[in-house]
């Protein structure tokens, strides 16, 4: 589609919703990489997002998320402005901005003690996701589909990647689809949380509380239509990847915080690992451990648990 014709989407849908607009500019499309929607902002205050073709699971989600989260204070999140199912087209959501810059565009000019205590804010914050009653998501995932499908969907691609990883043994591929397919999948299946399940720093908004403010919080997180029930690690792994960019100190911190009695389940590093083997990240992740000689002790599975999770920060690897 050209530019004009996203536009001309996102006109009709705001003419639906009598949201009136002086101006509309395209943030993303459907059409582009690792992106199932269309974004547009709306004069700078209000964004409408057009959910894409296979996105119908994305946009009940969102709208079940981010009417839960108008209800508490504890999650900054946008609030819903206009939502509609609309037959025949696309769905859509018109939605409140987030105030600030995302943490990826402003955490490395920080300085190093308001990255820390922004990591412990977001360590409080995903502790109170994961502690929103979610039987109105049950009920949304029973219709559209969550966690199980999600499963069904990573499981075979990483795989089918470790049956055509050469350098290792016929035991070690063995041993690791083993793991991914017994030992990951009960650990997917054994807690059920709230998770955001994209905790990274394009998705976590920063502000100053005010113009003279010296140091930023945390103001909103946004894209909630990845979000499912699912094991808490989903989100502390993002956390650790791809908002810390492993930073073992700023992850300590938020781990403090996200486990207040300092405790987090046992076997944490290894159920850290089946979280992030089922995402997009897995394979990618899987790749760097072949690429740096990965494959040489004893167990695969503990070998490569430590390697992604330090025992310091996250305990023995199995």
Not at 64 to 81: C, D, S, T, V
Not at 234 to 242: G, K, N, S
Not at 252 to 259: P, S, V
């Amino acid at each position: 589609m050209t530019n004009e014709e996203w536009l001309a989407l996102a006109a009709t849908a705001c003419n639906h919703a009598g949201a009136e607009y002086e101006k509309i500019e395209i943030v993303a499309t459907w059409e582009q990489q690792y992106c199932a929607n269309a974004v547009y902002c709306l004069d700078n205050e209000r964004y409408l997002k057009i959910f894409g073709p296979t996105s119908e699971r994305q946009f009940h989600f969102e709208r079940a998320a981010l009417q839960k989260l108008a209800e508490q204070n504890e999650i900054p999140a946008p609030r819903i402005i206009t939502a509609n199912e609309r037959t025949g087209s696309r769905p859509y959501l018109i939605m409140t901005g987030v105030p600030g810059s995302t943490a990826e565009n402003v955490w490395d000019d920080l300085p190093r003690s308001n990255q820390l205590a922004i990591a412990r804010e977001l360590g409080t914050i995903t502790a109170a996701i994961h502690r929103l009653p979610y039987d109105d998501f049950a009920a949304v995932e029973q219709a559209f589909g969550g966690r199980s499908e999600h499963i069904r969907a990573y499981q075979p691609r990483l795989t089918e990647l470790v049956k055509r990883t050469e350098s290792l043994s016929t035991q070690y591929r063995d041993d690791m689809i083993r793991f991914l397919q017994i030992e990951a999948q009960e650990h997917l299946e054994e807690l059920t949380h709230l998770t955001h399940s994209e905790l990274a720093h394009n998705h976590i908004y920063l502000a100053k509380e005010d113009r003279g403010a010296k140091s930023w919080t945390v103001s909103g997180f946004i894209d909630w239509a990845d979000a499912m029930l699912g094991p808490p690690e989903w989100d502390v792994t993002f956390l650790w990847f791809w908002t810390f960019s492993r930073d073992q100190e700023a992850m300590r911190e938020c781990l403090q915080t996200l486990y207040t009695d300092g405790r987090p389940p046992e076997r944490f590093a290894r159920r850290c690992l089946a979280a992030i083997l089922h995402t997009h990240s897995g394979p990618g992740l899987w790749m760097e451990f072949i690429d740096q000689g990965g494959g040489r002790s004893i167990s695969i599975e503990r070998e490569l648990t430590d390697y992604l999770f330090p025992q310091e920060l996250f305990g023995p690897p199995d």
